[in-house]
Structures are given as structure tokens and as C-alpha cells.
């Protein structure tokens, strides 16, 4: 997606914010475009925290995920989450992100929804939160773990 396209997105969104939004729809995009992966965590604020400068590794992030779901309103991308699973016992809900002007209207909710039913309802769903979400996850029903521990990568977001 080019910057004048961003430009038109951010305008309608701010524009419809308070007001009417678009129906949102959901689907699975295992072959969703780096660019616009990228652009939904900028406008999300998730950009902070993950490695968007570097192109060759978000284009892996993309590549071996395993279930890549985006919401779009009007075919624009307003939410995406991405997760690693083996669709049999656990999956990992690495990113999930919705943008600014389009979020606390459920598409978070629904996202993390679809991304267990892809995955399988009969998979742990697990996951790390930013510390901006970490009130939501909690508000959205899920069990926090006091037992959760990382070996970090040299990469530090
Ligand atoms: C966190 C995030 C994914 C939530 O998505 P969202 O679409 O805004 O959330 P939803 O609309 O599904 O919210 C569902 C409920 O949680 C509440 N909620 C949303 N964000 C919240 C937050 N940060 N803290 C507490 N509650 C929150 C909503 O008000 C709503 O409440 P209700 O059901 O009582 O009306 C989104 O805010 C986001 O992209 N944040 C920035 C990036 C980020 O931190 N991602 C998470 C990485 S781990």
C-alpha cells in the first residue's frame, strides 16, 4: 500500500471515529503482504516492539506463521494477528494488532476468537503481552500463567 493510500485510511478513520464504522470483515491470509502487516502494527502502536526496520525478518515472521488472520473494513487492513501453532496441542499468539481508530469495538476479541478456532479449540492459546494490553487480556476472559519463562533471543523486541 502506498503513502497516499495510508494518507486516505487514517482520514476515514478519523473522520467515521465517534460515528459509523464499516463492516469488518475476517478471513485467513496466509500470504497477507509484509507492507501492509507492517503498516496495521504501526497504526496499531505494536510497531514499537517488533522488528519492522528489518525486512527480511518480517518477511519470515510472515512466512512460517501458521495462522495469519486480518480484519478489514472497506478492504483495508484495520487488525491482523499472527500465530505458530501445531494445530494439535498449543499455539503461540505472537502479534496481534488493531488500529488505532478502529479499536474497543471487538475486533480484538474476535481476532484472538478465530485465530483459536484456526488453530483448533483444542490448543492452549498462549501468548506474551505488551505492557499496553496487559488490562486486556485479563478483561477478555483469559487466565493469567505465574509460570511463564523465556529464553530471549539477541533480537530484544
Ligand atoms: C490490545 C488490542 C489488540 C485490543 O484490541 P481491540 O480491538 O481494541 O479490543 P476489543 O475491542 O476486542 O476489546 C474487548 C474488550 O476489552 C476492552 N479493552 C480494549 N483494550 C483494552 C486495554 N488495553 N485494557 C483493558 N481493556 C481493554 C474493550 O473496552 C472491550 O471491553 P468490553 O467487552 O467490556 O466492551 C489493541 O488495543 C491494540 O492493537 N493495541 C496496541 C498493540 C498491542 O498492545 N497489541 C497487543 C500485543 S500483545
Not at 503482504?33 to 504501526?42: A, G
Not at 486480518?70 to 488500529?99: H, N
Amino acid at each position: 500500500m502506498g503513502a497516499s493510500q495510508r494518507l486516505t485510511v487514517t482520514h476515514r478513520a478519523a473522520t467515521r471515529a465517534g460515528g459509523t464504522m464499516p463492516d469488518v470483515a475476517y478471513a485467513l491470509e496466509p500470504d497477507l503482504p509484509p507492507e501492509e502487516f507492517v503498516d496495521v502494527l504501526r497504526r496499531s502502536t505494536l510497531a514499537e516492539r517488533r522488528p519492522v526496520d528489518d525486512a527480511d525478518t518480517i518477511a519470515a515472521m510472515l512466512a512460517h506463521a501458521d495462522v495469519i488472520l486480518t480484519a478489514r473494513a472497506e478492504g483495508v487492513l484495520v487488525g491482523a494477528s499472527r500465530a505458530i501453532t501445531d494445530f494439535s496441542y498449543c499455539t503461540y499468539l505472537s502479534d496481534l494488532a488493531v488500529d488505532g481508530a478502529f479499536q474497543r469495538r471487538g475486533i480484538g476479541r474476535e481476532l484472538i476468537r478465530r485465530t483459536h478456532e484456526a488453530a483448533g479449540r483444542q490448543t492452549t492459546l498462549i501468548l506474551l503481552s505488551a505492557p499496553a494490553a496487559e488490562a486486556y487480556y485479563p478483561h477478555i476472559g483469559m487466565e493469567p500463567h505465574g509460570s511463564c519463562w523465556l529464553i530471549r533471543g539477541k533480537r530484544q523486541s
